[in-house]
């Protein structure tokens, strides 16, 4: 047998599965971890954006006059000085000293009641505070933008104030589609500030133009006729990204290098508990299968202390080196006994073939021939004839109980007494024969052991054929030139079983041309794989094909039908047959 060589090791396997199963780990984790952590930032950006925009808020509302500012700013827009770049001081100094230092608690009523000179003034200074806090507020906060927009009936966005990359200064108008906004809609349609932030694709400010997501955080500042005033604060998304990834990230470090430990100490421990002892075992058994030296491997694997599956492992194997051992020794022991068994069988065959008459009658008044094909190596059927004298013939078929030796060793003490019987006093009728021999075979019959048979006499000169059928098959006979047909006789029971049995006696003459055929059940109880049975049809059928042949041509033919019939089935009887074709004188 060809050794396969495997260069393959188990640590190495180890460790490759260990990498994969951590690699799809380290995946699923960091998707789990990227949105836990998403989620967390976007909770954070609600948070932020909520407390930014109430800041806002409250800078546009710390005003009494807001309601009248954010009207005369969106009239008068175009009049007033809002630049952030250059302040002119010395024009305020024409307000009063209280609008001045109460600038916020100025209400609606009162700045109507201003000159239209120091409403100008009074706009446009609360404007200028109002910006310079609110960009202070985008600087600190890091906004992407901040705007107060009032959206006009025609769905543009009229601005009060925008800071951000693309800036818009007071009075700019840019087309709005609200339509487009479903929070601001809800916003809108409720008077309420919407419990949900937006988060919106857009174009990058910067040159690449890459997609990116702003989050927009809306607060409704204030209702006005048919306009809609309100607060927007913005945050850009990848920052959002890159912190999420910067989590990911450093948790990912911290589980490879937990893994990278564990694993180490996992692949040692397998390497030290497993392997070791393993590789000790096969080292062993590889030694063992080439010098077939049971004490070496036991005294070896008795080093192996593991008290684990691998510790029984090796125990078992040593049992097994005994065990195989006492079964080589037991083997060859069996082996030559076997061999004694099959030469002894082999020459018991022989005995028994030997005993069977092989020289068949060559006499112009009839024809015979017989066979046995035993289903081991000697078997329990017989068939027999002799002449008992000058114009008399004995016909003998029979099949013993059993199968083996005790079969055959029987077989053959039945046809002796038989034989012994008919031939001492040839004055016995075919009843008296029978009836001392079955006497004969009872007595000391200690195995309860029976045969069946079927036994004729014919005369030669007549045909006349008596018979007794003790338990046996049926003939098949043909007659007058006709058809093979089953020739259904009295039965009497099998020989060896009572001594005292009546035995009735069949005659029928046979015609010149007739043929008898005889079997055992061998024959008609053959099986095929599909454990259908040869049968008694079968066997007319056979006959009646060429009924005019030769007792030997139709025993050979009905044992090749019979082969192809079984095919490979395993056959457990024997099949015995006796054919006789009378001529007359």
């Known amino acids: 047998m060809q050794v396969k060589t495997r260069n393959k090791h188990i640590l190495l396997q180890a460790a490759i599965i260990f990498a994969v199963l951590f690699g799809v780990f380290i995946v699923i984790n960091s998707i789990a971890t990227y949105v836990r952590f998403y989620d967390m930032s976007l909770n954070t950006i609600k948070t932020d954006s909520d407390e930014t925009k109430r800041h806002a808020r409250d800078m546009f509302l710390e005003y009494a006059s807001l309601p009248w500012l954010l009207d005369y700013w969106q009239e008068n827009y175009k009049t007033l000085d809002v630049s952030r770049d250059s302040i002119d001081l010395a024009k305020y100094a024409k307000l009063p000293k209280d609008l001045l230092l109460n600038s916020k608690r100025i209400t609606p009523e009162q700045a109507e009641s201003f000159s239209p000179e120091l409403q100008n003034l009074f706009a446009e200074m609360c404007y200028r505070e109002i910006a310079a806090n609110l960009d202070e507020l985008c600087k600190v906060q890091n906004l992407h933008s901040l705007y107060l927009v009032e959206i006009l009936e025609n769905k543009d966005a009229f601005v009060f104030y925008y800071k951000g990359i693309d ?31 937006e988060i919106i694709q857009v174009k990058d400010y910067d040159v690449t133009h890459k997609t990116e997501e702003l989050f927009y955080n809306y607060s409704l500042l204030e209702h006005r006729d048919n306009d809609l005033c309100h607060l927007t604060v913005s945050f850009l998304g990848t920052e959002i990204k890159e912190f999420t990834i910067r989590e990911v990230m450093k948790l990912a470090g911290i589980n490879i290098l937990c893994f990278v430990s564990l694993g180490v100490i996992l692949l040692l421990a397998i390497n030290s508990l497993i392997l070791k002892p393993l590789l000790k075992i096969q080292k062993d058994v590889k030694n063992y299968t080439d010098t077939k030296d049971t004490p070496v491997i036991v005294n070896g694997l008795e080093e192996i202390k593991s008290e684990n599956e691998i510790g029984r492992l090796a125990d078992n194997i040593s049992t097994l080196a005994v065990e195989l051992d006492h079964y080589t020794t037991e083997t060859g022991r069996l082996s030559a006994e076997k061999a ?51 114009d008399h013939i004995a016909l003998i078929i029979g099949d013993v109980s059993g199968k083996g030796i005790s079969a055959a060793l029987f077989m053959m003490k039945v046809k002796t007494i038989l034989k ?10 075919l009843n008296e024969i029978v ?68 035995f009735t006696v069949e005659k029928i003459i046979l015609k010149p041309g007739d043929t008898f055929f005889i079997y055992t059940d061998g024959l008609a109880e053959a099986n095929n794989e599909n454990q259908e049975q040869f049968g008694l049809d079968r066997i007319v059928n056979s006959l009646n094909e060429k009924p005019d042949n030769d007792p030997e041509e139709l025993t050979e033919s009905m044992l090749q039908k019979m082969s192809a019939f079984v095919g490979g089935a395993p056959q457990f009887d024997d099949t015995t047959i006796l054919c006789v074709k009378y001529f007359g004188k």
């Open 340 to 390: 004694r068994i099959d030469s002894e069988l082999s020459l018991a065959a022989i005995i028994q073939e030997g005993v069977l008459p092989k020289d068949f009658p060559d006499m112009k008044e009839f024809k015979l021939f017989a066979t046995l094909d035993p289903a081991k190596e000697v078997g329990g059927d017989l068939y027999d004839f002799f002449m008992i004298d000058d």
């Open 167 to 197: 800036e818009a200064v007071l009075g700019d108008i840019f087309p709005f589609d609200i339509t487009k906004h479903s929070v601001i809609q809800e916003m809108y349609s409720t008077g309420r500030d919407p419990e949900n932030f």
């Open 420 to 429: 012994e019987t008919a031939l001492s006093n040839r004055a016995l009728s």
């Open 435 to 502: 009836t001392k021999a079955n006497k004969l075979l009872c007595d000391g019959n200690e195995a309860m052991m029976f045969v069946t048979i079927w036994f004729g006499i014919m005369t030669i000169s007549t045909g006349e054929l008596v018979s007794i059928n003790a338990g046996h098959e049926y003939p098949v006979i043909r007659s007058g030139g006709g058809l093979f047909e089953i020739k259904k006789t009295r039965h009497a029971g099998p020989l060896a079983v009572k001594s005292k049995a009546v």
